[in-house]
């Protein structure tokens, strides 16, 4: 109980990661092992596939103090992401759990956190926008996980992490990330040096970033919030422990917890982080002259030292999640930590930065949901291999992409993914196979269910 009781008062300070973790700036060119996470309780023995577990009808009212209800677990996840627009009702809130009860669905992620905004009651982030014509006092977390509860379908709150802002336009409300804190967006190569020279404050800096962001779009969605910055850390860490202290979850599910390429983030404090953190790696003559050439060229320190930013960008991804997951495990250590991932490990690890099969390894993540979209069966198999492969020891929810992939593809996949010993599956997306336009409306869903008893 006294350790327990220190490591809950080393994870809530804000800006501390697990205990004796380094500070950025401070941190060596290889990522410190990682400690072992505290093993959560053991849960109850997991119901028949398909079945409520027997608390499911205990889920407590969101803002409420604690809960004991450990999170429910399946022997065969059989899950749908659920993108954040089917929450902006509360009739099309209903819907999703009625229509996946209905399918024999056991899962779902919910999207709570798009684009820096909230789809829940949030005093950190602002409301999103499609909530606007809503009831003020409605929450959608609260009555999902309510309504899905009854029914015996385990709820995980969908976060995108990195990914704050469409390139549409700037965020316009105060609290909102790319709005308090510009500096701290991601910045593309190609805009280094223009951006050196304009004050993040600068109403032109975040339209210039939008602008080429929309001009690029086919390699950044929007505006991406960079690791390295306290300010992200702790609106990132402050935001998963506000959903794992007030809302029976039962996990925490991470998207975008990546660099859009390996092109960014070249913004001046990005760089100027990364030099702190290589200093010790270099003489004091390299340094000398590092810092001289930085005059001609704001980018002389990475560029001089590819290997090592490349460490640093995916170590601050690592530490990040770190910091998250130490913080959520102490509050409620049965929640299940999850994130979406590129399958193929060399592109993750190498051009997003996002080492999840080291996530995996060190015990930072419970579950990984490979983004396997294809059309292409052969494709698929070898992506969810390669994931299974790379994580031994930790659940894998094979991700397909029925949007590609249509309903009779989407049906030998999850035999592809049975086959392979998978831990279950997920859909992308639910709102596309509800959509007459897109999967043909509910019977996509209903003739995925009458697959489960195959």
């Given at each position: 109980a006294a350790a327990l009781a220190i490591l809950v008062a080393a994870c809530t300070r804000v800006?501390?990661?697990?205990?004796?973790?380094?500070?950025?700036?401070?941190?060596?060119?290889?990522?410190?092992?990682?400690?072992?996470?505290?093993?959560?309780?053991a849960p109850p023995p997991p119901a028949p596939a398909g079945a409520p577990p027997a608390a499911a009808a205990t889920a407590r009212v969101p803002g409420a103090a604690g809960t004991t209800r450990p999170a429910a677990r399946f022997t065969e996840v059989r899950g749908l992401w659920v993108v954040r627009f089917s929450l902006a009702t509360p009739a099309s809130t209903r819907a999703v759990v009625e229509r996946a009860a209905r399918a024999g669905f056991n899962t779902l992620l919910v999207q709570v956190r798009g684009r820096g905004d909230a789809f829940y009651a949030s005093a950190l982030e602002p409301r999103a926008a499609a909530l606007a014509r809503a009831p003020a006092d409605f929450d959608p977390l609260a009555q999902i996980v309510r309504e899905a509860h009854v029914k015996g379908i385990a709820v995980h709150a969908w976060m995108n992490v990195d990914l704050v802002a469409d390139y549409t336009t700037v965020p316009t409300d105060p609290r909102h990330l790319a709005r308090a804190h510009p500096e701290a967006l991601m910045v593309p190569r190609a805009l280094a040096r223009e951006l050196a020279g304009v004050r993040p404050g600068d109403?032109?800096?975040?339209?210039?970033?939008?602008?080429?962001?929309?001009?690029?779009?086919?390699?950044?969605?929007?505006?991406?919030?960079?690791?390295?910055?306290?300010?992200?850390?702790?609106r990132t860490l402050a935001v998963a422990t506000d959903l794992a202290e007030r809302y029976d979850l039962d996990g925490i599910h991470f998207d975008y917890i990546r660099y859009p390429g390996p092109n960014f983030d070249y913004s001046v404090g990005a760089v100027a982080a990364f030099r702190e953190w290589a200093i010790p790696l270099v003489d004091v003559g390299r340094r000398r002259a590092l810092d001289r050439a930085t005059g001609a060229n704001p980018l002389a320190w990475p560029d001089s030292l590819p290997r090592q930013w490349s460490d640093f960008r995916r170590q601050q991804l690592t530490s990040l999640l770190e910091r998250i997951h130490f913080a959520v495990k102490a509050r409620r250590p049965w929640m299940v930590v999850s994130a979406a991932v590129y399958p193929d490990t060399v592109d993750a690890r190498g051009a997003r930065f996002q080492d999840w099969p080291g996530w995996a390894r060190s015990g930072l993540l419970d579950a990984v949901a490979p983004m396997a979209y294809t059309a292409d069966d052969r494709r698929f198999r070898g992506q969810v291999e390669e994931v299974v492969a790379a994580a031994p020891g930790t659940e894998v929810w094979a991700g397909i992409g029925s949007h590609l992939t249509g309903l009779q593809g989407t049906l030998r996949k999850i035999g592809i993914a049975r086959e392979l010993g998978t831990h279950g599956i997920m859909l992308f997306s639910y709102d596309w196979t509800i959509d007459p336009k897109g999967g043909g409306g509910e019977a996509f869903l209903e003739r995925v269910g009458r697959s489960w008893t195959r």
């Open positions: 800006g501390t990661g697990p205990p004796g973790a380094p500070a950025a700036s401070q941190q060596p060119a290889v990522t410190p092992a990682v400690p072992a996470p505290t093993p959560p309780p109403p032109r800096y975040a339209q210039r970033l939008i602008e080429w962001s929309r001009a690029n779009n086919r390699q950044v969605e929007g505006l991406y919030a960079s690791p390295w910055s306290p300010a992200v850390r702790e």
